[in-house]
């Protein structure tokens, strides 16, 4: 028993040190900011073929820093989440195609416009539907917090459509697409790039945008002050030397093709998995990274959960029960919102997505974990307690040396059951941004918009490392019974 | 004093109800040194709850218990040394599923400090021997019998030595073939002089080995004395309608 315990720590140890955290290197003479940014949101922010961060967001945010004289990394995550993480001063600043708005502005601060632009309605290719007027009683889909939503959200009275909300550009569009809603409403570039990359969506307004507006980069009101001077100095930079229209014009003039592979890559499976080998190679290993080390630490602290219940004092076990009750009964995602988002706002203190992502876990999983342990301790016949009791051996003693190994074995299943939920829901960890497997299939979705054969894949590779996963427990199983 | 000095077990006007249960009312009695007391009676009377206080594992609501002279239900006794001069054998053996017969009869020696894990190995061997199951040290404890996990929980229960020994229904879940192995053990241990009390249905074992056989029945005790007084004469009116029922069954 104790080596089948050690085999596995050894084992997952060795996992550890094969998907090990890269570093962010940044160089020391100019100032180096955190910018977060859309990972979802082409022409402006997108992943092109070789799985790289482009778009017009990026390349002028790149031209800009260089004109200025600092240096950026870029942290590319969900659009709500992007704004959030400067507005909980997680990051210095944001550039996602922004509008700059009102509401906006009582919590950022905005650089000069960079864009003009405006929201764009647009449906699926055929159908019927031809004004605003038609909507009465349909479902407009919309991108959380993007001023196309906002717009939507104004008129929404007027025209009475209801409306749904999604947290990426993509699943916008199949849901127009596969008419589950009727329409949406974006930025006229963002809806034209994703109709020219083959998107079945026809724009109704092309011509006449509403509340034509400007996007601006953000940075959290009344702080980087600097930083935003130096934005809009890099940025008068470039528009005077052409830089600017170049970048403009390379993405909007441009075939999509040259950013997302040739059409036959994009077709087919074998193509997609081919064209995005690398991304999905690193898309998973952080899925198993994630995986690995939150499963140790969530069994570790649901151990000690479990233990603490069947304390014999009552308060360590009011507390244990406490703590199970508090994060078994929360959402995951909301755990991950509220560590990642609330806690810096309240506190100050930045915490990493990765890190915020692990307490998740930990929190989340350990409670079940801990759960189940006590019900394993307590499911060890009484009168095993009583025969260790009754030979003079203290009730601690008698609980590390008969009640939890016995314990221990009757919860193999349920440790192999919560491994594997732990697995699947690292996925909600995308949600803060951080690229594991889901994510990394949410960007190739952005990209060549080939929805169905991408999840897929991705839907196939959680079935294998789950499989495999399943396998490594039974044998480690069969080695604790042995 | 030399009386005083004899009494192992002392227990006075012990109470205990679970609820509205009064299961044991105003029981009182002692136990000599070297004596074999048997507790009869009918099933719910009370007899294994007082068995089970003897070493605390029930706690009465009200009352005395000294065992060798420690007042148990004295806070600031330490129940787990006094534990340890007190041997029990239940009624579902409660031998520890995750160890092997030797490692059962070794662990709480060795966990104590009582004794090296070679003396409690040795001490483990000749106790097999005693109770008739020498070559079985090695083998896992879900591959026994109920007759060979009994005497095996008999050995664990002597390897610490005790000087009292208790038994609760020491036979009730075995099948009948079994019993006599078990019963024998537990003869042959009376013999050595030590102290037993033992809650049995076996009347027959009661006849030949108590030194005092002691009757419950709702929570008292009705009648007590020798096997002879209790099984050929009883006074008791529901001691003699307890009796006309086992004897004849």
């Known amino acids: ?482 | 004093m030399s009386e005083e000095k004899k009494v192992k077990v002392h227990v006075d006007k012990v109470n205990k109800s679970y609820g509205d249960n009064h299961v044991l009312r105003d029981i009182s009695l002692d136990v000599m040194d070297n004596e074999v007391v048997v507790m009869i009676g009918p099933s719910g009377s009370g007899k294994s709850t007082f068995l089970r206080m003897l070493n605390l594992l029930e706690k009465p609501d009200s009352g005395v218990i000294d065992v060798d002279g420690h007042d148990i239900l004295d806070p600031k006794t330490n129940i787990n040394k006094v534990r340890e001069n007190i041997g029990m054998v239940f009624q579902n053996f409660n031998l520890f599923n995750n160890y092997t017969v030797l490692e059962n009869i070794t662990l709480a020696p060795v966990q104590l400090g009582k004794m090296t894990k070679a003396e409690a190995e040795e001490k483990a061997k000749e106790l097999l021997e005693t109770v008739g199951l020498p070559d079985k040290a090695n083998v896992s404890v879900n591959s026994l019998s109920g007759g060979q996990k009994q005497r095996v929980a008999i050995a664990r229960a002597l390897a610490m030595n005790p000087d009292i020994m208790l038994f609760d229904e020491p036979t009730s879940a075995l099948d009948p073939e079994m019993v006599g192995d078990v019963l024998e053990v537990m003869k042959r241990l009376a013999k050595t002089g030590m102290t037993m009390v033992i809650v049995t249905h076996e009347m027959g074992f009661a006849k030949q080995v108590a030194n005092r056989v002691v009757f419950f029945e709702s929570g008292k005790i009705q009648e007590s004395g020798t096997p002879e007084q209790i099984f050929t004469a009883p006074k008791n009116e529901r001691l003699q309608t307890f009796l006309s029922k086992v004897m004849h069954a």
């Open chain 1, 1 to 482: 028993m104790k080596k089948g315990l050690l085999t596995v720590l050894v084992a997952l140890s060795a996992l550890f040190a094969v998907f090990g955290l890269s570093k962010n290197t940044a160089s020391a003479s100019e100032p180096n900011y955190t910018i977060t940014s859309d990972a979802t949101y082409a022409p402006f922010d997108f992943q092109d073929k070789n799985n790289q961060y482009i778009g017009i967001d990026q390349d002028l945010l790149k031209a800009i820093a260089k004109a200025a004289g600092f240096t950026v990394t870029v942290k590319p995550m969900a659009f709500n989440a992007a704004m959030q993480s400067v507005a909980s001063s997680q990051a210095d600043g944001v550039i996602a195609g922004t509008t700059i708005t009102n509401d906006r502005k009582a919590v950022y601060d905005f650089s000069d416009p960079y864009y003009k632009t405006g929201i764009a309605w647009a449906t699926a290719k055929n159908s019927k539907i031809k004004s605003l007027s038609d909507l009465k009683g349909k479902t407009v889909a919309l991108k959380t917090g993007t001023a196309g939503a906002e717009y939507a959200e104004s008129i929404k009275n007027q025209y009475g459509f209801k409306i749904t909300y999604f947290s990426d550009s993509d699943t916008v569009y199949r849901d127009v697409i596969n008419g589950n809603s009727v329409a949406t409403f974006a930025d006229m570039p963002v809806l034209q790039y994703t109709i020219k990359n083959g998107t079945a969506l026809k724009v109704q307004n092309p011509k006449d945008p509403f509340a034509a507006g400007d996007l601006g980069f953000a940075v959290k009101k009344g702080q980087n002050a600097e930083l935003l001077a130096d934005f809009n100095k890099g940025l008068a930079i470039i528009k005077k030397n052409g830089t600017y229209d170049k970048i403009i014009n390379k993405y909007l003039d441009a075939k999509a093709e040259t950013f997302t592979g040739s059409a036959k890559d994009n077709s087919t499976v074998w193509g997609i998995l081919k064209t995005n080998r690398s991304a999905f190679w690193s898309g998973l290993k952080q899925t198993m990274y994630l995986t690995v080390v939150g499963i140790i630490l969530a069994s570790l602290w649901g151990l000690l959960l479990g233990v603490m219940g069947v304390s014999t004092h009552l308060w360590v076990r009011s507390l244990s029960t406490t703590v199970i009750y508090i994060f078994r009964g929360m959402p995951m995602l909301v755990l991950a919102f509220f560590l990642y988002i609330g806690i810096p706002a309240l506190t100050g203190t930045k915490i990493s997505a990765w890190s915020a992502g692990i307490l998740t876990l930990v929190l989340n999983e350990g409670a079940y974990t801990g759960a189940f342990v006590r019900g394993g301790f307590e499911s060890v016949d009484a009168g095993q307690m009583e025969a260790a009791r009754s030979l003079g051996m203290s009730h601690s003693r008698a609980m590390r040396k008969v009640i939890i190994p016995q314990g221990l074995r009757l919860m193999v299943p349920s440790f192999i059951n919560q491994f594997i939920i732990t697995l699947k829901d690292t996925s909600l960890l995308s949600a803060i941004g951080i690229l594991e497997l889901t994510q990394t299939g949410t960007l190739i979705v952005t990209r060549n918009s080939q929805g169905f054969r991408v999840w897929a894949i991705v839907a196939m590779i959680y079935l294998v490392v789950i499989t495999l996963l399943t396998w490594f427990s039974n044998w480690v199983e069969k080695r604790m019974n042995a």
